[in-house]
Nanobody, 120 residues
Framework: VQLQASGGGLVQAGGSRRLSCAAT????????MGWYRQAPGKQRELVAT???????NYAESVKGRFTISRDYGKNMVYLQMNSLKPEDTANYYC???????????????RGQGTLVTVSS
């Protein structure tokens, strides 16, 4: 399973950005999809997740500003980020929990990050 994230870039504080991530390869089923981020000198943190049934979960720091969504048919996950703050600056990674066959166990996959820089 390969993950390709895109959509990062430079944005001014208060602006918006939409990240996309495509999961490709031998995929039988995807359970959860999510976004994590890691800022320079800080630990990786969960941003948002979305389960196969549509249940979402957000970090407190992004609630009300970020929205996660997924396209089940295309195996894609999106992160709409509004009202961005300089502290949102980080490398954003997408993550999926997937099975490659009907009988395989669920495995977590992480893609390359996409850098989001928010200027003040």
């Amino acid at each position: 399973v390969q993950l390709q994230a895109s959509g990062g870039g430079l944005v001014q504080a208060g602006g918006s950005r939409r990240l996309s991530c495509a999961a490709t390869g031998s995929i039988f089923a995807i359970d959860a999809m999510g976004w994590y981020r890691q800022a320079p000198g800080k630990q990786r943190e969960l941003v948002a997740t979305i389960m196969s049934g549509g249940t979402t979960n957000y970090a407190e720091s992004v609630k009300g500003r970020f929205t996660i969504s997924r396209d089940y048919g295309k195996n894609m996950v999106y992160l709409q980020m509004n009202s961005l703050k300089p502290e949102d600056t980080a490398n954003y990674y997408c993550n999926v929990d997937a099975r490659t066959t009907r009988w395989a166990s669920v495995t977590q996959y992480r893609g390359q990050g996409t850098l989001v820089t928010v200027s003040s």
